[in-house]
């Protein structure tokens, strides 16, 4: 299912980055993503799968499992619209690291490696900014991680008296709104 164009453009224009998008473009981008509606319970998709496509949560909310010790599931994540999923499945066609699980009726859309590689021969520019935004959301996902890292080797090097490593100047945190969430913002009501 395409999404309206002119709440697309409403959406592209809170974002910011695809305000140099034409009507034309924001038509041509919608028909490269497929809607995806999902109950309470339903997996979007499983730990192992083939990774293959992204998305963008607009509505509702999902939980991220992994498997824990031995046919354990551990909650690792929630994510709420405007959060983007499996990102690193456009780039990388490594299995899924995680089950996500909607916890509410959601509404996401998909953007598959192969209609990403479409785009980027029949919307060159689009796609360079869409690319542009994963690489962003995976470098600031890897940030946050070494923030954490840091974090739990200074805790270590107090609590053992071991010499603490130097410390790295933090790097400011993420925004709060991701590009992610104020391009899922014109959606929230969607049922």
């Known amino acids: 299912m395409m999404l309206p164009t002119l709440e697309t453009r ?3 224009q809170r974002a910011g980055v695809f305000d140099a998008l034409t009507d034309e473009e924001v038509e041509a981008f919608t028909r490269f993503l497929v809607e995806r ?5 339903e997996a979007l998709f499983r730990e192992g799968d083939p990774g293959s496509s992204l998305f963008v949560l607009l509505y509702g909310d999902v939980a991220v499992e992994v498997h824990g010790a031995g046919d354990e599931r551990v909650v690792v994540g929630r994510l709420v619209a405007g959060d983007v999923i499996g990102e690193q ?3 990388d066609p490594a299995p899924r690291s995680a089950t996500v699980t909607a916890t509410t009726h959601a509404v996401a859309v998909e953007l598959s490696r192969v209609e990403l590689d479409r785009m980027s021969r029949e919307l060159p520019r689009v796609a360079s900014l869409l ?4 690489i962003q959301d995976i470098t600031d996902r890897l940030r946050s991680v070494d923030r954490r890292i ?4 200074s805790a270590l090097g ?3 008296g071991a ?3 130097p410390s790295v100047p933090p790097l400011p945190p993420p925004p709060a709104h991701s590009i992610w969430q ?3 913002h014109r959606f929230r009501g969607a049922p």
């Open 89 to 91: 499945a456009c780039l």
């Open 150 to 153: 840091e974090a739990e080797l």
């Open 163 to 165: 010499p603490r490593r």
């Open 131 to 134: 690319l542009g935004l994963i």
């Open 10 to 12: 409403t959406l592209f």
């Open 182 to 184: 104020r391009l899922a």
């Open 37 to 41: 509606r999902l109950t309470p319970g």
């Open 158 to 160: 107090r609590a053992d």
